[in-house]
């Protein structure tokens, strides 16, 4: 149980075009889940916290015009990547809370890597 | 604010060798939790553990330990016996209570050598 999965696993766009990444928990209702990004050999840093129905919130220093998200269902959410830069080739990768109460534990996707050109 | 430490950037082992990663975190918040995950090559994070501040008991779950000690702020994780397939990056990460605002170390990169 408690599986999240992730769509395109890499993608490669071109500078300026825009990129749609898909997180889905599989076998359970997620009404909160995370995106996070990874750029090489580093650590992950929280995005933002999508609540199903509600607008994300973002983390200090990212640009919401740029990485939209949308948690349009209990099981889906979606990180589109506007106007595309190198700059933004990451590893990128979602998160879904298991139940409701605020302290059950947060279940990763496998990723998605992007690559700019 | 919350912080996690994992000062140890690379380590090598040889294999059957057992092995320490330090976690050292800092946090205001007096009820929280503490994460380990793994991360293989492959990229998909990997959960390992969970442990909230309440509890320090230490846990073992096969070759793998865990030792939380709350009066150093330390969350360390050893593996017993390592094994060429443990080769990962391990994180470490603290979350507040309500299981947001999750920060991770900057990772510990293991090698375990035949």
């Known amino acids: 149980g408690a599986v999240v999965s992730q769509h395109p696993s890499w993608v490669i766009c071109k500078s300026g075009t825009s990129v749609k990444i898909e997180c889905r928990s599989l076998?359970?209702?997620?009404?909160?889940m995370f995106w996070y990004r990874q750029f090489p050999k580093q650590s992950l840093m929280l995005m933002a916290t999508s609540n199903e129905g509600s607008k994300a919130t973002y983390e200090q220093g990212v640009e919401k015009d740029k990485f939209l998200i949308n948690h349009a269902s209990l099981t889906l959410s979606t990180l589109t990547v506007t106007s595309a830069h190198p700059e933004d080739s990451s590893f990128y990768i979602c998160?879904?809370?298991?139940?409701?109460?605020?302290?059950?534990?947060?279940?990763f996707g496998p990723g998605t890597r992007l690559t700019v050109l | 604010a919350q912080k996690v430490t994992q000062a140890q950037t690379e380590i090598s082992v040889v294999e059957k060798e057992d092995v320490t990663l330090d976690c050292v975190y800092e946090?205001?918040?007096?009820?929280?939790?503490l994460f380990w995950y793994k991360q293989p090559p492959s990229g998909e994070l990997v959960f390992l553990i969970r442990r909230n501040s309440f509890d320090e008991q230490n846990e073992i779950s096969g070759r793998y330990s865990w030792n939380f000690q709350k009066s150093t702020s330390s969350f360390n994780f050893t593996i017993t016996a390592s094994q060429v397939v443990d080769s990962a990056v391990y994180f470490c990460?603290?979350?507040?209570?309500?299981?947001?605002?999750?920060?991770f170390g900057a990772g510990t990169r293991l090698t375990v050598k035949p």
């Open positions: 990460a603290l979350s507040d209570y309500n299981n947001n605002d999750m920060r």
């Open positions: 946090t205001r918040d007096t009820t929280y939790y």
């Open positions: 076998d359970f209702q997620a009404t909160t």
């Open positions: 998160s879904a809370r298991l139940g409701t109460s605020l302290t059950d534990t947060q279940y």
